[in-house]
C-alpha cells in the first residue's frame, strides 16, 4: 500500500496544526510511520486519500457502532440542517432524546447534554463535589476521563503513549485532590477513602477500562465500589463514555447490575457528531443551575445537528432488540479466530474481551491493572500493528487502546483480518 498523499497532507498539516492532528492518539508517535488521511467512510471500511481501502476497528473510537455513513443518521442530520444549525434556545428534539435515554439506561432521572466527553466528565466531578460539599476525587491508574485538569494524571493511552503521565500545566493544587488508586484494587480503594475520610466526594471509573485497552473489571469489583461508596458517602460516578450504549442499551450498569450515582456518556450517544451527557436522580441533577448551584453551561449545547445524530442513533439502538447479541457473535468470533492463530504461531498474548470492546496483548501474562497493561506495550505490537495496515486492517496505533467492533463488519472482514494475522506472524 502506498501513503503518499498521505504523507504530504501530515507534512503540510504539521506546519499549521501541532503535531499535524488536533488529538494526540491521531498520531502514529508509538508505533512509527505517518498518520493515514481518511478521505470518506461507509460501512465498515475506511477510504484513505491515496485511494486504500481500510476495515476500520476504530470506528471514530467508538460511534460509529453501527458503521460509518449509517444512512439514517447522515439523513436526519441532513434535515435538521436546512432549518437552522443553532439557536441557543431550547428545541423539542432535546427533550426526545433526553426521553430516550433515560427510558434505555436504569437508575436515571435527568440528563444534561453537552459537547464532548470531556465536558460530561468535567461538570459530573463537579456536581458530585457540589453535592457531597466535599473536594477529593478518586480516579484509577489509567482510566481516561478527559483531558480536563482533574483527570490527567495517570490518565490512560493518549497520555502514556507519549510518555507524560502527568501534564504540565495541570497545577498541583488541582493535582492533590485527585487520589490515584489501582483498578481491581478494592483494598487499595479502601485504605484511600480510610485515609481521607468525610473529604472523597466520587469515585470514578471507566466500568470496563477500555483506556489501557480492554481491562474488564474483576468479579466483585464494581460492586465493592458500590458498597465503599455507600459507606463512605461518596458518589460512584461510571464513565460510560465508551461503554454507554455499546455494552448494551443501558451500558455497564445494565450489564453488571451495578448502579451508580452518576452517569457520563459520550461517543455512540452523539452518532459521529460531537455530543457528551452526564445524568443522575433527579435529586442529583436539580443540584445544578438553574435549579440548584452549582454552575455548567454551553453555547452549543444541546445543538440541533447533534441531537438529530444522536437521536436517530439511539433510536435505531432501541429498536435493534438483536443487535447486541450479534455485536457479542462477531466480537466473539474474532476473538476466537485470532486466538486459534497465534496459538498456532507461538506468539504470547492475551486477549481481553467485553461484549463488542477487545484487545490484544502481547504478553502471556493476565492483564487486570495499568500495571499489567503496559506488558503489551512492545515491538510485537508494532509488528502488528503494521502488518495489519499493510494487509488493509487499522487498528489503534498504540497498545493502549480498544478496538470498536461495528455492527457493519461482515464474518467475511472477520474472516479476512484473522488470515491477516495469521500472516503476519507465520
Ligand atoms: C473518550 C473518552 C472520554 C473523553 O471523551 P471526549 O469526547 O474525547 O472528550 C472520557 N471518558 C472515556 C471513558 C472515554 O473513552
Redesign the pocket.
Known amino acids: 500500500m502506498l501513503y503518499q498523499r498521505s504523507s504530504k497532507l501530515f507534512a503540510e498539516a504539521e506546519k499549521v496544526i501541532p503535531g499535524g492532528v488536533n488529538?494526540p492518539v491521531r498520531a502514529f508517535k508509538s508505533v512509527g510511520g505517518t498518520p493515514i488521511f481518511v478521505k470518506e467512510a461507509k460501512g465498515a471500511y475506511l477510504y484513505d486519500e491515496d485511494g486504500n481501502r481500510l476495515i476500520d476497528y476504530i470506528n471514530s473510537?467508538?460511534p460509529m457502532i453501527l458503521g460509518h455513513a449509517y444512512a439514517p443518521v447522515v439523513e436526519a442530520v441532513i434535515e435538521k440542517a436546512k432549518l437552522g444549525t443553532s439557536f441557543g434556545m431550547p428545541t423539542e428534539i432535546e427533550t426526545k432524546i433526553a426521553e430516550l435515554a433515560v427510558s434505555m439506561v436504569p437508575n436515571i432521572d435527568k440528563i444534561r447534554f453537552v459537547n464532548?466527553?470531556?465536558?460530561?466528565?468535567m461538570s459530573a466531578i463537579r456536581l458530585a463535589r457540589g453535592y457531597t460539599d466535599r473536594e477529593k476525587i478518586i480516579k484509577f491508574k489509567g482510566?481516561?476521563?478527559?483531558?480536563s485538569d482533574s483527570f490527567l494524571i495517570s490518565a490512560g493511552s493518549g497520555a502514556v503513549t507519549f510518555g507524560s503521565p502527568n501534564s504540565p500545566g495541570v497545577t498541583a493544587g488541582t493535582a492533590k485532590d485527585t487520589l490515584l488508586a489501582n483498578y481491581n484494587d478494592l483494598a487499595n480503594v479502601e485504605s484511600i477513602l480510610k485515609a481521607n475520610e468525610g473529604e472523597v466526594a466520587a469515585i470514578i471509573v471507566?466500568p470496563v477500562a477500555?483506556?489501557m485497552g480492554c481491562v474488564p473489571p474483576q468479579k466483585g469489583f464494581l460492586e465493592g465500589l458500590r458498597a465503599l461508596c455507600n459507606t463512605y458517602g461518596a458518589l460512584l460516578i461510571f464513565?460510560?463514555?465508551?461503554?454507554g450504549f455499546r455494552l448494551s442499551k443501558g451500558g455497564a450498569q445494565e450489564l453488571f447490575g451495578v448502579n451508580a450515582d452518576i452517569v457520563?456518556f459520550?461517543?455512540v450517544i452523539g452518532g459521529g457528531l460531537?455530543v457528551?451527557a452526564f445524568a443522575a436522580r433527579k435529586e442529583i441533577m436539580d443540584y445544578l443551575a438553574p435549579v440548584g448551584p452549582v454552575y455548567q453551561a454551553g453555547t452549543l449545547s444541546g445543538n440541533p445537528l447533534a441531537m438529530a445524530a444522536g437521536l436517530t442513533m439511539l433510536q435505531e439502538i432501541n429498536k435493534d432488540a438483536e443487535l447486541f447479541n450479534r455485536l457479542e457473535e462477531k466480537t466473539a468470533y474474532l476473538e476466537k479466530g485470532m486466538r486459534k492463530v497465534l496459538t498456532d504461531n507461538n506468539v504470547p498474548f492475551t486477549i481481553n474481551r467485553v461484549g463488542s470492546m477487545i484487545s490484544v496483548f502481547f504478553d502471556e501474562r493476565e492483564v487486570v491493572d495499568f500495571e499489567t497493561a503496559g506488558f503489551g506495550n512492545n515491538d510485537t505490537f508494532k509488528k502488528f500493528f503494521h502488518g495489519l495496515l499493510a494487509e488493509g486492517v487499522y487498528i489503534a496505533p498504540s497498545s493502549y487502546e480498544t478496538w470498536f467492533i461495528t455492527d457493519a463488519l461482515t464474518y467475511e472482514d472477520l474472516d479476512y483480518t484473522i488470515n491477516a494475522v495469521n500472516k503476519i506472524f507465520s
Open positions: 488529538s473510537w467508538g464532548s466527553g470531556t465536558e460530561a466528565c482510566c481516561y476521563h478527559g483531558h471507566e477500555g483506556n464513565d460510560e463514555v465508551m461503554t457520563t459520550g461517543k460531537p457528551g
